[in-house]
């Protein structure tokens, strides 16, 4: 098989990897490999337990760095030596039962050296063996009115809202939800990915038994209320299903307002890294934007807080805030656009390449602790 041409063709855009990457840990899901041509027998084992290893920190998937030394510098290999490494590392994936992705590339510039070389990111993904597909739970939080049912409507359900609502009306379990529009229960909504981290959601008419059949990752979206009334009920959501992580979705008209601090703060207190969302950018105009911006920047520098925002303003800022979100000190901040569409893409391919915090039966331990007296 022709790895190189397949993955780095010219029908297929990647986006580029930075200049230079953080030194490789020893703990993660993430590992760098200068190169991967002809390895023996005895290193192919070993470099297969070594991805094993990684898979099982990353619960179920891992990324690898192709073409990058320990230290983060990419140093990049020629056409002939990536492809061969790409071929080992397919390999590789192939004894464990597990698939590969180039996510993104960069082609190297050298002074010293004339040869055309690149660096490629890869996602390698195994359904553990004891789930149908890697799990990952997602708690949604907001203020009233700030567009959390329906930017979870134009995810599962892969279609733009009309600035109406309508892309919530599906996601409303009461008759007096659809009536205000707003949220007064958890629901739950799932979003899955397929082994090539493409979306996996209703908009081809799919069942949910046929999303889990064909995804092998699947978000399950909690969505919890907004408003301070039924501040209980978030509560509850948050403690009593153990999500890996909480999206914070903020309007971009009304900046932070209502419950929004609250909802962080309890996120933070419970120890759930958190990223944040601010929705409706097609309503406000830039400069109204930047000062909504400022105003979330200003909330995670502040005492109590101490989190450093990362504003994603590309796909590649989408991966860079993947990669660095579990180390709970970075908080990646999305602008979208639920009627326009505007950066929905980068949020779905920061969620493809989120990995868990914990195992399924870690999750179930933990809710089980909870609930016993």
């Known amino acids: ?146 567009g959390k049912s329906t930017l979870l409507g134009v995810l599962t359900q892969g279609e733009l809202d009309n600035g109406h609502g309508r892309a919530r009306l599906n996601l409303f379990r009461h008759l007096h939800e659809i009536q205000t529009g707003r949220t007064s229960s958890i629901s739950h909504e799932i979003l899955g990915f397929d082994s090539e981290g493409q979306v996996v959601n209703y908009s081809d008419s799919r ?43 903020i309007s971009a008209n009304t900046g932070i307002a209502g419950t929004t601090k609250e909802h962080l703060g309890f996120a933070l207190h419970l120890q759930v890294p958190i990223f944040i969302v601010i929705n409706k950018i097609d309503m406000v105009s830039e400069r109204h934007l930047q000062k909504t911006v400022n105003q979330v920047t200003r909330l995670l520098k502040s005492p109590g807080v101490n989190k450093v925002p990362y504003i994603i303003e590309s796909d590649d800022d989408a991966y860079n805030g993947a990669m660095n979100f579990t180390s709970q000190t970075t908080v990646p901040v999305f602008t979208i656009s639920c009627v326009s569409g505007a950066n929905i893409d980068q949020l779905t391919k920061f969620l493809n390449v989120l990995p868990p915090l914990e195992s399924v039966k870690q999750r179930e331990r933990l809710i089980q602790g909870l609930a016993d007296p």
Not at 213 to 231: F, N, P, Q, R, W
């Open 207 to 249: 069942t949910a038994d046929e999303i889990c059949e064909t995804s092998s990752k699947l978000i399950t979206l909690i969505d919890l209320a907004g408003h301070h009334k039924y501040l209980k009920t978030t509560i509850f959501g948050l403690t009593g299903y153990s999500p890996d992580f909480a999206m914070l979705v």
């Open 1 to 146: 098989m022709d790895l190189l041409i397949g993955l780095f063709g010219p029908e297929h855009t990647y986006e580029n990897l930075p200049d230079v990457l953080p030194p490789e840990i020893e703990e993660g899901n993430i590992e760098y490999k200068l190169k991967l041509v002809n390895p023996s027998p005895s290193r192919f084992e070993h470099l297969v337990t070594q991805m094993k290893w990684r898979l099982q920190e990353g619960h179920g998937e891992a990324i690898y760095e192709i073409g990058v030394e320990d230290s983060g510098i990419l140093a990049g290999l020629n056409d002939e030596d990536l492809q061969a490494s790409l071929n080992t590392l397919h390999s590789m994936a192939d004894r464990l039962g597990a698939t590969t992705t180039v996510i993104r590339q960069r082609e190297i510039d050298s002074n010293l050296d004339e040869e055309h070389k690149r660096a490629a990111e890869v996602l390698v993904r195994k359904v553990p063996d004891d789930q149908q597909f890697i799990d990952l739970r997602l708690a949604v939080l907001g203020n009233v009115d700030c």
